[in-house]
């Protein structure tokens, strides 16, 4: 579209000057366009809290650093799940609302759904690094509204271009995932392309995504991975480059375990009795760290509220970490933290053909309510996906 303004001089003379104006993805702008499809809950509880609406509220760019995201697929991970029936809702409401303005329950409706992949929308006034139709992927915090919609707005620091390799199925089963991963190994654990080489990992639940993940960007840094998983899971586990693989399923899985050698870093993704075996397969005195995904945090500020529960968390950790370390290794609780740069990361291994999305299963957007069912069964063969919008994998 042009624009001609008209100005006249001093003299007289008329000029005038054509002004170019972009033309958005989509013509109905914030002002007139206020609602939009999504899968909702009105209150925690079983799959049956689920609900379909096309009158959810449209996601408004509140902050300059935002983006809007028109949904092409969308990711579904266990806190989905957990979050459905309410898990982590103290500390949830509290970042969503930190000075307390708005009353209890005011997060509902509440949209569930973690990964993303679709194409940027609207950009607010400080956004520099990406433009409207910009193809994107993200991880989005558990704070704020899902995938499982339409629309979602994110900061921009939380979103990252598409791996150019894959389509948005496959993009949206990596995000979450990948993010927690690379937070627990790499942010946690300390790990890095450059000190990873010959180093012992060892992965406890493999199969899943988490799993799924850090088998492929470990193997890619050059380390060797042992995996535990069942036995109908190990040909997977192997073809993403497990070097070694152990079954939980035919007798206690500490036995075989021990006569290998030590490791140099653990990713606990089972949590319960693993640790109280776990820890004694590390290597002593080396920095040698384990990682566990599985902590008490959310659950103890839900059962304790904020304060009592982040002291009983912090209490639990640091008679562990102090327990562990007169021992000679270092015991970690890893936290999914959202980030863009590292998704930045993770699409050039995408690219290069380092990492492979792994898909278990894909629904259509009228089946939110079966995906849930899925991803509540377990024992996952990577991610469970949700088609918002048939034109996405197209564009």
Not at 223 to 230: D, G, Q, R
Not at 281 to 294: D, E, F, R
Not at 295 to 310: S, V
Not at 347 to 359: F, K, L, S, T, W
Request: proline letters at 4%.
């Amino acid at each position: 579209h042009e624009l001609w303004e008209i100005w006249h001089l001093s003299n007289g003379v008329v000029g005038c000057v054509c002004i170019k104006r972009t033309c958005l993805l989509f013509s109905t702008s914030r002002m007139c366009r206020t609602v939009m499809p999504a899968w909702v809950i009105d209150k925690y509880g079983s799959n049956d809290v689920l609900r379909f609406t096309k009158n959810a509220s449209f996601p408004i760019i509140d902050f300059p650093n935002e983006v809007i995201v028109k949904v092409f697929a969308a990711g579904l991970n266990p806190l989905d799940v957990s979050m459905r029936g309410g898990y982590g809702a103290a500390t949830l409401s509290m970042k969503r609302d930190p000075v307390n303005i708005k009353r209890s329950g005011s997060e509902f409706p509440l949209i569930l759904g973690r990964d993303v992949s679709g194409v940027i929308m609207e950009c607010g006034l400080d956004v520099k690094y990406f433009r409207e139709r910009d193809e994107v992927w993200a991880a989005i915090p558990p704070w704020k509204q899902g995938s499982l919609a339409e629309f979602v707005v994110l900061s921009a620091n939380e979103v990252s271009h598409k791996p150019k390799s894959l389509n948005h199925t496959q993009a949206a089963a990596i995000p979450y995932v990948a993010t927690t991963a690379w937070s627990a190994l790499v942010n946690t654990g300390g790990l890095s392309k450059d000190n990873c080489a010959n180093k012992r990992i060892l992965i406890l639940g493999g199969s899943g995504g988490v799993g799924t993940f850090a088998i492929q960007m470990l193997k890619a840094w050059g380390a060797h991975v042992t995996v535990t998983c069942s036995q109908n899971a190990e040909q997977f586990v192997k073809g993403l480059g497990a070097d070694h693989v152990v079954d939980y399923t035919s007798g206690p899985v500490e036995e075989p375990l021990s006569a290998l050698e030590k490791f140099d870093l653990i990713l606990d993704n089972v949590g319960g009795d693993t640790e109280r075996w776990a820890l004694n397969l590390l290597k002593p005195w080396s920095g040698a760290k384990y990682v566990t995904l599985v902590t008490p945090f959310l659950q103890n500020t839900d059962m304790l509220g904020i304060a009592d529960g982040m002291m009983q968390s912090a209490a639990t950790m640091a008679t562990k970490a102090l327990k562990h370390l007169i021992k000679g290794v270092h015991y970690r609780w890893g936290f999914y933290a959202p980030s863009g740069p590292a998704l930045d990361e993770i699409r050039e291994m995408v690219d290069a053909g380092q990492i492979q999305a792994v898909v278990d299963e894909t629904f259509n957007f009228s089946q939110v309510p079966q995906a849930f069912e899925k991803v509540e069964k377990g024992h996952a063969r990577g991610k469970t996906v949700v088609q918002i919008s048939k034109g996405g994998d197209d564009l």
